[in-house]
């Protein structure tokens, strides 16, 4: 809207250079932010599980997010037309969260639907809170444990998928 970024290409900027100063500022966001939250939340609320799942459960998030207001940011010309529309389709995706978070829905179907950065997190953090509710808290011997159809390793495979998949959709549009 504003030209900065063409401007700064005549001046020599490469994409390549562009694009890794934002994934290096948000890896450095998404760390503290992940960090903070993991500090909070294992100290107050999930006592029994593994704080190192917490922490990269949130990171991925974070990350997976990043690419997603990216995809989202590629689709519009002006900002405050993709800062309204961007926000209103982020959280319409937590509408289908009443669709495939029912205890009937195949593993598959909730899979498919982590494509979506806020249902990737919804479903893990239903298994974060079933394995402490239980007690046993969540780590690394039973991540891959079923909680209504979903594993939370799936949670964290699908937030990886999820920002190379909406980051390279991103960089095609861009």
């Not at 917490?54 to 997976?64: E, P």
């Not at 389709?89 to 205890?103: P, W």
Request: proline residues 1%.
């Amino acid at each position: 809207e504003f030209k900065i970024r063409e401007g700064m290409k005549m001046m020599g900027l490469v994409d390549r250079t562009y694009w890794t100063s934002w994934l290096l500022y948000y890896i450095v966001i998404n760390t503290v932010i992940g960090g903070a939250c993991t500090a909070i939340l294992f100290s107050a609320v999930y006592e029994y599980s593994n704080w190192f799942l917490l922490f990269l459960f949130f990171w991925l998030y974070g990350m997976a997010v990043f690419s997603f207001t990216l995809f989202m940011a590629s689709l519009f010309n002006k900002a405050r037309v993709a800062a309204i529309s961007g926000t209103m389709i982020y959280f319409a995706t937590y509408i289908l969260e009443e669709l495939v978070t029912r205890k009937d829905i195949k593993e598959p179907i909730k899979n498919l639907s982590s494509l979506f950065p806020t249902l990737a997190l919804t479903h893990g953090v239903g298994n974060f809170v079933a394995f402490e509710s239980s007690q046993n808290g969540l780590d690394f011997s039973n991540a891959d444990t079923k909680v209504d159809n979903y594993r939370f390793s799936m949670a964290l495979i699908m937030l990886t998928i999820d920002f190379f998949f909406w980051g390279i959709i991103s960089l095609y549009l861009e």
